[in-house]
């Protein structure tokens, strides 16, 4: 199992940029697919951006598509998610998820996902 922590979250401006970190450990190799979720209040998790350990391919939700870029820093365990033209509507608890797909497609459905960090909250205001 791995364990995955995030950080990064805060208050933002509408039009502010944040970069939110998830740093694994444990048996990061049973996993080749990570991503960030957000789940609103009242609402169900949803995926905003994944990325696949294995050949770093990327998956985007189009609500974020061309204002958050995911990556990955192999050597530290450690997935990125910048986000940049943050909007009121991007507010949520962001939360980190991991698990192996073994056809090698991420999916993008938080369902999908078993390991889930504890989640860091991003506020934005207008």
């Known amino acids: 199992q791995v364990q995955l922590v995030e950080s990064g979250g805060g208050s933002v401006q509408a039009g502010g940029s944040l970069r939110l970190s998830c740093a694994a450990s444990?048996?990061?190799?049973?996993?080749?697919?990570m991503g960030w979720f957000r789940q609103a209040a009242g609402k169900e998790r949803e995926g905003v951006a994944v990325?696949?350990?294995?050949?770093?391919?990327?998956y985007y939700a189009d609500s974020v598509k061309g204002r958050f870029t995911i990556s990955q820093d192999n050597a530290k365990s450690t997935v990125y998610l910048q986000m940049n033209s943050l909007k009121p509507e991007d507010t949520a608890m962001y939360y980190c998820?991991?698990?192996?797909?073994?056809?090698?497609?991420?999916?993008?459905?938080?369902?999908?996902?078993?390991?889930w960090g504890q989640g860091t909250q991003v506020t934005v205001s207008s």
């Open positions: 998820g991991a698990d192996l797909f073994l056809s090698g497609i991420c999916s993008v459905e938080a369902e999908d996902f078993g390991d």
């Open positions: 444990g048996d990061t190799d049973s996993n080749n697919c």
């Open positions: 990325i696949s350990t294995d050949d770093n391919s990327t």
